[in-house]
């Protein structure tokens, strides 16, 4: 039999990153009895999380939660691969100010033939002030120019308010401008070079953003891409196409 645990703090300190300061908020713990079973234990003392829940697959997963505490207690061993060919759900809990909840249903996927009652949700502010209904109303629409460093790009845009409506309550609304660039007029900027696939150079098609006229719009779209190109590529930077002469 051994044992150890991790503090999952996410402060890190130290030449390698990975060293965790302060105290273990956060963290889990394993005891292994002849490298068969294990019990891990795993806690957050500084959760919004509220529930309480029962999994069963490869192993048996048992969480708690009441802010600030949430707690998970799992137990691998061989009989629950055995016994279970597919994961098995119990579960409670409440967030986004409804409350969800799973009677003995696949952990995995969702299926139409399964009874309301074994899996649903009840959504309290729908409940007190109705179901969320969205609604557009165009206020304008026009071709635009879109000035870069480089040259001007062209598009179309509209101007638009968009509403959410409840029943029960006040409406919100929203004005904002919707940019589409002709073909061969997306604004290039550089890729984030996070990935394989957008180290290279990349283009806007379209952008929709809050906006009080569709100028606004137009102000907003050229900012957004003049902040990529610095962050990106550097004060400067400059598409292919301008690099070579075309």
């Excluded at 390698?16 to 009895?33: Q, V």
């Excluded at 062209?154 to 409506?165: F, I, K, N, V």
Aim: charged share 25%; glycine share 8%; aromatic share 14%.
């Amino acid at each position: 039999m051994h044992w150890n645990w991790q503090n999952l703090n996410e402060r890190r300190t130290g030449q390698d990153g990975k060293t965790p300061l302060g105290l273990p908020w956060y963290g889990r713990a394993w005891m292994h009895f002849a490298n068969r079973v294990a019990l891990r234990f795993e806690w957050h003392l500084r959760s919004w999380s509220c529930g309480i829940s029962a999994e069963v697959d490869q192993e048996l997963k048992l969480h708690f939660a009441l802010p600030p505490f949430s707690f998970w207690f799992t137990i691998e061993a061989p009989i629950f691969s055995r016994k279970y060919g597919k994961g098995r759900e119990l579960r409670v809990s409440i967030h986004d100010w409804s409350l969800w909840w799973n009677f003995w249903t696949d952990n995995m996927g969702w299926s139409s033939k399964t009874p309301r009652y074994r899996n649903g949700a009840f959504h309290l502010i729908d409940f007190l002030f109705g179901r969320t209904r969205y609604e557009e109303r165009p206020l304008a629409c026009e071709w635009i120019e879109v000035p870069m460093p480089e040259r001007t790009y062209y598009g179309a845009a509209q101007l638009q308010e968009a509403t959410w409506r409840r029943a029960r309550w006040f409406p919100r609304r929203l004005t904002r401008a919707e940019l589409k660039m002709l073909p061969g007029e997306q604004v290039p900027h550089p890729g984030k070079g996070e990935n394989s696939w957008d180290c290279g150079e990349d283009e806007i098609f379209s952008m929709t953003t809050p906006a009080d006229s569709i100028e606004d719009g137009i102000a907003r779209l050229v900012g957004s891409v003049l902040r990529s190109r610095r962050r990106h590529g550097g004060r400067g930077w400059r598409p292919q196409s301008a690099r070579d002469g075309g």
